[in-house]
């Protein structure tokens, strides 16, 4: 059977690419701390040597539109073409053309609707930032094939944060049980608070600061149960607009599966939002640890999870008592 060599959670930020590749005198002050982290991050995809990619993100009204927006999707083609005009235009990205793998496409597709999860399927579909931006962080080379997943965080009614959970563990059973010799790493991308185009936007920090941190310290310590106990979609849109992409990092965490603690937790207050890079082994290895260790000595990443009782976020504390407090798990 398959092998799911590595889980990864990260935001992902369509900027990146451009503060980073910029001439020296154009970036911003954060680039390099910025791209310290990122490359350290790389490590943990490379040191778990994969085959295949399943990569989960969500399509940012390039290709998907109101009147025809699925809950989910899965792409089915041999080659993707990546990036949007706009997407080059605003954020400098590149145009990538990615290998498809349509056996696992297929498989994944047919045991999905098997477990009561009504895909839709498309096999003219062109992959946007919320997929390319983990390219460009974490495989740069853009070599490997792909199984592109697509969800609904954007067009309500949208789905409960614990279908996108429970499909993460129907994910996670289907790549276990591939009929095939390959390495599978599922790589996903979203939010923690996020406000766009609204009053919060530009601020110092991220629109909720105390979400972020009890949203690494649940997603790091594998804490669904107390994910669902608090998680709705209203309180997504109290802590920024664009937040409910937090449910795609659900999906995820659903993956590597509850109560796990994940292996490498990073993150950065970047002006506007907070970054996030998580890594699970399933089946850690000592190279996949030397790998994390090293990144995490170079990024100042933890080798476990960040507790949203950790002193960082004692700056935030001033504020806490105008915010609801999180419910414990039952």
């Known amino acids: ?124 579909l062109k992959i946007d930032h919320s997929i390319i931006c983990p390219i460009i962080t974490v495989r740069p080379e853009a070599d490997l094939p792909v199984v592109p997943i697509y969800t609904n965080i954007f067009v309500p009614p949208l789905p409960s944060p614990k279908r996108f959970y429970d499909l993460g563990r129907a994910i996670r059973r289907i790549i276990d049980a591939y009929p095939s010799d390959k390495k599978v790493a599922a790589i996903g991308t979203g939010h923690l608070s996020l406000e766009l185009g609204g009053p919060r936007q530009f601020g110092e920090h991220g629109p909720d600061p105390l979400f972020d941190a009890d949203a690494i310290e649940w997603l790091s310590t594998g804490n669904a149960e107390a994910i669902l106990a608090n998680v709705t979609h209203e309180s997504m849109s109290g802590a920024g607009n664009a937040t409910h992409g937090f449910m795609d990092l659900l999906l995820m965490m659903g993956i590597a599966g509850e109560g796990v603690h994940a292996d490498y937790v990073d993150q950065l207050d970047l002006f506007h939002t907070r970054e996030m890079y998580i890594t699970w082994y399933p089946h850690q290895t000592d190279r996949q640890a030397q790998a994390a260790a090293h990144a995490a000595e170079v990024s100042g990443a933890s080798l476990g999870p960040i507790w949203a009782s950790d002193p960082v976020w004692d700056q935030f504390r001033t504020d806490d008592a105008a915010r609801p407090a999180a419910q414990p798990a039952v």
């Open 1 to 124: 059977m398959a092998e799911l060599t590595a889980v990864l959670a990260s935001t992902h930020h369509p900027f990146y690419y451009k503060a980073t590749t910029s001439p020296l005198q154009e970036r911003p002050p954060y680039a390099a701390q910025w791209q310290r982290k990122v490359e350290a991050y790389r490590e943990t995809l490379t040191a778990a040597e994969p085959d295949i990619l399943v990569m989960v993100g969500a399509d940012h009204f390039h290709q998907l539109w109101l009147d025809n927006y699925p809950q989910f999707l899965i792409g089915k083609q041999e080659v993707y073409d990546a990036t949007f005009y706009n997407e080059e235009r605003e954020f400098g990205i590149p145009k990538y053309t990615l290998a498809g793998d349509i056996d696992l496409s297929r498989y994944m597709h047919q045991e999905l609707l098997g477990a009561d999860f009504d895909f839709a399927v498309s096999h003219e």
